[in-house]
């Protein structure tokens, strides 16, 4: 199936950190744009930033801003994602998405499956 | 930030039915929108992307419209896999907003 594949859930303590990988698969990566969406249970969807293709670099929104960060590893065609000082409102699914016409916008055509993180003590 | 507004929260339907979905935003985004369907337990799925046009492999039943700040996305013949959640996004500036989602379920 042609879908970016993330790693598997987690559980998390308060104020530990995550981080989620995004591996493509049958798709290309390393030429685009991959933001990440997060979905608390029973809620809409909240955009937290992307990377640049080519390494060019990150995108935060933010609300994220100092605890989050997204890496990108050309070489195995892998995106991660850490979230840092997690707290029980950062429950939630966390899904990478494509960049699907490049231009930095989020017209998203290939989603990950989603990632569950929960925090819970 | 932008906030999208979307409009109805849910919607029932029968097969055949045409069912239309309003979006409006805060400001003008001219026609950075796109509008996702989501099923239970699944990932978004791309429909329409900038606000009018057809992504890959969508039916043509599925089409979208407006400019500005009000836009719409029109199901002109409800199949029964198309009883799901649609949302708007914006994007035109961040953090790109999304509206609460419309449920479109059966009747």
């Known amino acids: 199936q042609v879908q970016p594949v993330q790693s598997g859930a987690e559980v998390k303590k308060p104020g530990a950190s995550v981080r989620v990988s995004c591996k493509a698969s049958g798709i290309t990566f390393s030429d685009y744009y991959i933001h990440w969406v997060r979905q608390a249970p029973g809620q809409g969807l909240e955009w937290m930033g992307y990377?640049?293709?080519?390494?060019?670099?990150?995108y935060y929104a933010q609300k994220f801003q100092g605890r989050v960060t997204m890496t990108r590893d050309t070489s195995t065609s892998t995106v991660y994602m850490e979230l840092s000082s997690l707290g029980y409102d950062d429950t939630a699914v966390y899904y990478c998405?494509?960049?699907?016409?490049?231009?930095?916008?989020?017209?998203?055509?290939?989603w990950g499956q989603g990632t569950l993180v929960t925090v819970s003590s | 930030d932008i906030q999208m507004t979307q409009s109805p929260s849910s919607v029932s339907a029968s097969v055949g039915d045409r069912v239309t979905i309003t979006c409006r935003a805060s400001q003008d985004i001219s026609n950075w929108l796109a509008w996702y369907q989501q099923r239970p337990g699944k990932a978004p799925k791309l429909l329409i992307y900038?606000?009018?046009n057809l992504q890959n492999g969508v039916p043509s039943r599925f089409s979208g419209g407006g400019s500005g700040t009000d836009f719409t996305l029109t199901i002109s013949s409800l199949q029964p896999e198309d009883f799901a959640t649609y949302r708007c996004q914006q994007a035109n500036s961040p953090p790109y907003t999304f509206g609460q989602g419309t449920n479109v379920e059966i009747k």
């Open positions: 998405a494509r960049d699907g016409y490049n231009l930095g916008r989020p017209y998203l055509d290939y």
């Open positions: 900038a606000a009018s």
């Open positions: 990377i640049r293709p080519k390494s060019r670099g990150p």
